[in-house]
């Protein structure tokens, strides 16, 4: 096995560049298969749920090839099945968005639940919701597999009782070859869904109101090849942001969306960084003490919760009480106990996390619980007085490209060190 060893104390400073964003291309892939013609998806991020979603397209007969790094072309004509492969799917979360597309594409799906990070319950009754109002009908859960069946599908109103994002993916996917007008009422309004109503709409779809709370998509019959490139990545932007604030550094952080990372921006302001936008990029500096703030997480354009744990870092180092709400996971705290180790201060309580500021962090050995948390505790380690290892670093690399390498340019001690079974079976 792998790990991460960090010697914290050191300032970064520099330039660093983020790579695509990982929640717009898991949702982008699937799309694909809606086409009639090859695609070239460009600002790929290589990261592990990319090569499972090309390695799920793959297995169900689609020719992928990849132009480079990061691009790659996908021709669905050669699909036959509309199963997804059931190792495949159950190492991440996105895999449910294959259910929407194929349901679109074929009528039919049989997908088994997903998995990926676990921070909480992570129901689909609001995704089969949408497709049954769509004309589909689903079978009794088989061994974990979901199936769904639909002679036509055809358009309708859909109101989310709730604002989620996996179900308004779900739906788009679904109705964008459906008969006549979908309307999904309460839609989500993440980038990461107007990334991909761009992407459908490149393909010939009819796509409006994404990034709005009201989506219509007007059904075709066929869409055609495209060239598309994928949104900076908001939460790895963020990520270095606070990577920057940790360590008092001085960062540009380039191939960004400013307009993305205001919620995130105005909460390092209030802590006390410098942050000074771009066109396309953001320099972030900080030398003086962080103040305490309260952060609450809500759907865009509030502060996301894939930012929570790693501000949770720099609240544990900040002057004073600061309050965290959770306001869409129920079980999002779990890197709490991790930054403890550290000398951390914070009290968990529900969806509600106090942070008492402590002086400095101390390394430590430390697990990344899931992919955010894994972040947070590489923050932890940069800003900590000493080595800290962080385990479970397959986690940390479903959506973060090329860290090790991007932070050591950026002057941080970090390396990727083996090791060995024998060691980790008698440890």
């Not at 972040?375 to 800290?388: K, P, S």
Request: proline share 4%; aromatic share 4%.
């Amino acid at each position: 096995m792998e790990k991460y060893r960090i010697c914290g104390g050191n300032r970064l400073s520099g330039a660093v560049d983020i790579s695509g964003a990982k929640n717009a291309v898991v949702a982008i892939l699937p799309a694909v298969i809606l086409c009639d013609e090859p695609c070239v998806i460009e600002n790929i991020p290589n990261i592990s749920d990319v090569s499972t979603s090309l390695n799920i397209l793959s297995a169900m007969g689609a020719k992928v090839r990849r132009i480079d790094r990061n691009t790659v072309e996908i021709d669905p004509r050669s699909v036959f099945t509309n199963e997804v492969d059931h190792a495949l799917a159950r190492t991440m979360r996105a895999s449910y968005y294959f259910i929407g597309a194929l349901l679109g594409k074929c009528g039919s799906a049989r997908v088994p639940l997903p998995g990926g990070c676990w921070f909480g319950v992570r129901p689909i009754d609001l995704h089969l919701k949408g497709f049954r109002a769509l004309g589909a009908q689903d079978l009794p859960l088989d061994q974990g597999v979901i199936e769904l069946h639909a002679d036509h599908l055809m358009g309708n109103s859909v109101y989310l009782d709730t604002v989620s994002v996996g179900a308004t993916v779900n739906i788009m996917l679904a109705a964008v070859r459906a008969r006549g007008m979908t309307i999904i009422e309460n839609a989500a309004k993440e980038p990461h869904i107007v990334d991909l109503a761009n992407f459908l709409n490149t393909m010939g779809a009819d796509v409006r109101g994404a990034g709005t709370d009201v989506i219509k998509i007007r059904g075709v019959q066929h869409l055609h090849s495209a060239t598309y490139s994928i949104i900076p990545d908001q939460i790895e932007a963020g990520t270095y942001m606070a990577m920057a604030v940790a360590t008092h550094g001085d960062v540009l952080v380039r191939n960004v969306i400013p307009k993305h990372l205001e919620s995130i921006t105005a909460k390092l302001e209030e802590m006390g960084a410098t942050i000074e936008e771009m066109d396309d990029a953001v320099r972030v500096r900080c030398s003086g003490p962080l103040h305490h703030c309260n952060v609450k997480t809500m759907p865009h354009p509030g502060f996301p919760t894939d930012m929570q744990p790693q501000i949770g870092v720099l609240l544990s180092l900040a002057e004073g009480t600061s309050v965290i709400t959770e306001g869409i996971w129920e079980n999002r705290f779990r890197y709490v106990d991790e930054l403890r180790r550290m000398g951390a201060e914070v009290q968990v309580d529900g969806k509600t996390a106090v942070f008492q500021g402590v002086k400095e962090l101390v390394g430590a050995p430390v697990e990344a619980v899931d992919l955010r948390a894994g972040a947070a505790m590489v923050i932890a380690g940069l800003a900590a007085n000493g080595i800290t290892e962080v385990d479970g670093i397959g986690y940390i690399e479903r959506g973060y490209e090329d860290i090790v390498e991007k932070l050591t340019r950026l002057g941080a001690d970090i390396r990727r060190i083996y090791v060995p079974e024998a060691q980790v079976r008698n440890a």
